[in-house]
Nanobody, 124 residues
Framework: QVQLVESGGGSVQTGGSLRLSCATS????????MGWFRQAPGKAREFVAA????????YYADSVKGRFTISKDDDYNTAYLQMNSLRPEDTAVYYC?????????????????WGQGTQVTVAT
């Protein structure tokens, strides 16, 4: 059973930074591609970023390109999302996800495992 646990969310001012972590069950980050989605109040969950199993390929939503960086550390079975230059529109619950097939990374149903989410709030 794959388990994903997010942490690192919180409240920050516009322009600030946060780093989200996704702790995975043993070896998950080695065998699965990892990703982040987010869901703002009243909106559908949307793709944010993804990283391939080997860590060589990364993908980002246009809205976060140049501001967010996804990475993973297989030694610690953890994926990260570094978020810089945060904006109020980045406010959402952020979810970590894992999949064996990164072919349709931007589609929610392509991801097999999900964490419980962590709240990120960006104040004006």
């Amino acid at each position: 059973q794959v388990q994903l646990v997010e942490s690192g969310g919180g409240s920050v001012q516009t322009g600030g930074s946060l780093r989200l972590s996704c702790a995975t069950s043993s070896r998950t980050s080695t065998y699965y591609a990892m990703g982040w989605f987010r869901q703002a109040p009243g909106k559908a969950r949307e793709f944010v970023a993804a990283i391939g199993r080997r860590g060589g390929s990364t993908y980002y939503a246009d809205s976060v390109k140049g501001r967010f960086t996804i990475s993973k550390d297989d030694d610690y079975n953890t994926a990260y999302l570094q978020m810089n230059s945060l904006r109020p529109e980045d406010t959402a619950v952020y979810y970590c996800a894992a999949t064996t097939n990164l072919g349709n990374y931007y589609i929610e149903r392509a991801w097999q495992y999900w964490g419980q989410g962590t709240q990120v709030t960006v104040a004006t």
